[in-house]
């Protein structure tokens, strides 16, 4: 039953729609189009011959393949194979055809060495993208067949980083592993394995002849730019085919740093200050401040006509309390992001919250002694009994002495040391530093790592935990791979989340303060005019003087009103229809007149690792 069951699955899958005829799918359902339609195009591809094959072996050298065979994947499938040759310059002069559906599709072309054991032995690899072959143009060359240790990340990201240079030609790229994995995937980009100076850092190469052809008409092929092709395998990153006790150790810093600034920019600075904000005023810290917000809601809800006057006026009344350093910190630092240092301390004091202490208590011994927390009862109540009516009742480093020597808390240091890892927090935010030397007067010497080593006061500096190097040896090769890929993706991650959080930040915190005094004169340009059109202002005013600017600030806040209502109205339809047929086939149309406008076909003139040849020659 199973058995028939997958071979009518099997069939379902090959039973396929002509393009012709339901090319409109294209544009209502392009992600089924690319798995229930025809090919639109073919691309004959002939596997010829290699030469100067060589792969890495597990003797630490390059040796010529005794069995070399080529497969050819498409978007990481399989598509054909050829047979082995007993040749290290073989020739097999393979004839192949590829029906193509989605324009933008990857072609691999992977040389594997047969061996009786295992079978395969990977020698080497090239990859090309067929929406940059020209139509109907046979295109003749060699190959440069990468070292099998280049198979990382995705096609996309190879293709760009072999696009940028031949690998026998850029050292550099080799030269620089390390820098390159915690670098973000982008194109022109890729980590590599090193080979020994002395070995050449490609594979060899392979002759191959190609020719796309289309199926259909020109109309076709505009149709199937609206596909793309299915997402490409992400293979990581791979640690170097050579002898273990060669591998490099195994960096989990990076990984364990890349958390901490997420930790550090999106939740005490973005996450908890905004909760402090609001704690701020719904807890009354300050009564004029809460009752301005307590009375702007009141007007907005019982005069609607008002709202115009009084909402802007209250966001531009925060912009402006926000430009005070003094004020925007005792609004936003609380026990979870305050400094570790007598002002911290005094402004978790300020809160009067037993909760807010808890945490700063419990930051001070898991972050500045670098310990742990072995009694939650005990913590709470040294929380509770630190300060009286909003003042500390010790001084700050009584505190930090008395929590080292608690029987309730253990692993505690006494103090930073030259070669400490930590985290430096001034006016540029948050920035990863080395502890250079230990000053007087409470100062601290350190390195930034984006920057040179200079002096800041002990209380602006946090250790970081420090993460032992492993050698890569004690780990399996695979789970090794599998870490320096994490290491990337947070890194990404981080990129993606930390940049709108900083931009918005740098505006609150006038950072910016163009945008921001520009944001805030409009804030109460808007206020102002509406009031002057509800109170009747200037109406009064001889001739049309009056009139006039009554009429222009009248059309001037219609405009605002009617920009507003449309931003909102253009949001909320674009959140229920994102996914309609009828957005999908804007969007396919859009994507199908960019990629009329954009795409080139240079190939093979944009392919530095392709070399021209006439028949064989060259073969030796």
Known sequence: MRRDTASLLDRLAEEKDDFHAYRWRCVRYPDRAVETLKPYAQLEISIVAARRLNTWTSSSRFEPPSSPFVRVFVNDKKAFQTSPVR????????DGKIGVTAPLSMVRIQVLDYDTI?????????????GDLPWSKQVEGWLELRINDMLERTSHDRYASHSSGRDDEVDERHEQRQTLLRSPPSCGLAACGRAPRQARLNAGEVLVRLRLERLGTWLDSAYALALDPPPPKNFGVRAKATPTDKLP??????????????????????????????GYVLQW?????????????????????????????????????????????????????????????????????????????????????????????????????????????ISYQQLREGLRDAKWTSSTKDGLAPGSLVVVTDEFGHRRARVQTIMSGGNVSVMCDDGPEHAVRSFQVTPRPQVPTVPSWIFPRDFANHLRTLEMQMGSAKRALLGPVEKVSKVVTWQAPFVTFSITAVLLAISAAEATILLGLWGDMPGLVGSRLIFFLGVAMDFVKAAFRITVFVLGVLFLTYRSPLFVGICSAAKICGRLLTMRRRAPQSWPFFRETNGLAGIP
């Not at 040749?87 to 393979?94: D, G, K, L, Q």
């Not at 989990?252 to 904000?277: C, Y």
């Open 87 to 94: 040749s290290a310059a073989p020739r097999w002069a393979h």
């Open 118 to 130: 295992t079978h395969t032995e990977d020698v080497g690899f090239v990859e090309f993208c067929l």
């Open 249 to 278: 150790e195994l960096d989990l810093q990076d990984l364990r740093d890349e958390i901490t600034d997420i930790k550090l920019a999106l939740f005490d600075g973005a996450l908890v200050s905004t909760a402090n904000f609001c």
């Open 285 to 393: 810290r300050s009564t004029l401040l809460s009752l301005s917000v307590a009375a702007v809601l009141i007007v907005a809800w019982l005069l609607p006509y008002l709202t115009w006057v009084v909402i802007p006026a209250l966001l531009a009344v925060f912009l402006v309390l926000f430009s005070s350093k003094r004020i925007r910190a005792a609004m936003t630092l609380g026990g979870a992001n305050a400094p570790l240092s007598q002002e911290g301390f005094e402004r978790v004091a300020l809160w009067r919250s037993k909760a807010s202490m808890v945490r700063f208590v419990r930051r001070v011994v898991e972050q500045d002694l670098q310990g742990t927390v072995t009694d939650e009862p005990q913590l709470a109540t040294c929380a509770a009994t630190v300060f009286s009516n909003g003042v500390p009742r």
